[in-house]
């Protein structure tokens, strides 16, 4: 659920009063980015990578956000105390408003929509399904977080209804990329691999960025390996992982049964759990204690 407030264009208001134009350039097609945030004790995770994954997408896909980026923690930290929010997720969007058909002249460039929300139950572990061509790996906007989502919005609900929580989308050429919202691993012969951001599309997550620094530092070798769905077969395990995931066993992928959860996936847990806590304790002097979000 979606909190009572949320930021917008440099104002806390009541979520249910925010109002945006109907002749947005960016809401009617899509033209736009957003980022999705983990809340731990008050502490945004990783909000420095997220901040520059939004500047790189913004780049690529002309979006001016001159002086916003430098508003996202103040807002966050705003919310947290408004919304209670010290446990939860956060969404931001950079919504462009000119350009195109719907150019209209004087409108600031590019609103900015912050909002806190309760977190969602994932479950024990994940069942995903092929979907062939999901992702388009040649592509100049490969791996870039658009606000162009309906794509991904409607394999997830076709899966849903076939009963599989998410789709283990393939590219052009037939490489396993990545899920909706959420980067891929396995294992085999007691190694862990995941396909490679370079070729794959696949979205370089925060998630997975700080999972493998975490295995750096712990002396455990990831290796980047393109991945067929063929390579399955002999998988001793698998799991997915995402900033509200963290790390999720894949029991079944199709009709096929994965092995686990098993022994190396319990570990990734483990240390991706330590790289939170690592993260959050070493911010939590500038935290909002617990008491000041209480009124």
Known sequence: MVHAYAYYNGEI???????????????????????????????????????????????????????????????????????????SMARVYCIRNRGGLLDTPGSRPTDLLVFTADLRNWGPSARLRFQPHGRHAQSPLAATKTLTWSHNLVLLESANQAGFDDVLLLNERGEISECTAANFFLVRAGRLVTPPLATSGALPGVSRKHLLEACARAGKMVAERVLFP???????????????????????????QIPGPGPVTGEMARLFRQEIDRYVEARLPKAIETESATP
């Open 13 to 87: 208001l009541p979520a249910e009063k925010i109002r945006l134009s109907p002749f947005q350039t960016g809401l009617l097609t899509g033209w736009g980015l957003f980022s999705t945030l983990r809340l731990y004790r008050g502490i945004p995770f990783a909000i420095e990578d997220h901040l520059a994954r939004l500047d790189a997408d913004a780049r690529k896909l002309h979006i001016e956000i001159d002086g916003l980026l430098e508003q996202i923690p103040g807002a966050l930290h705003a919310l947290v105390e408004r919304n209670r929010a010290l446990e």
């Open 230 to 256: 063929l390579d399955l077969l002999s998988a001793e395990e698998a799991f997915i992982c995402s900033t509200t995931r963290e790390i999720q066993p894949v029991v079944r992928v199709d009709d096929l």
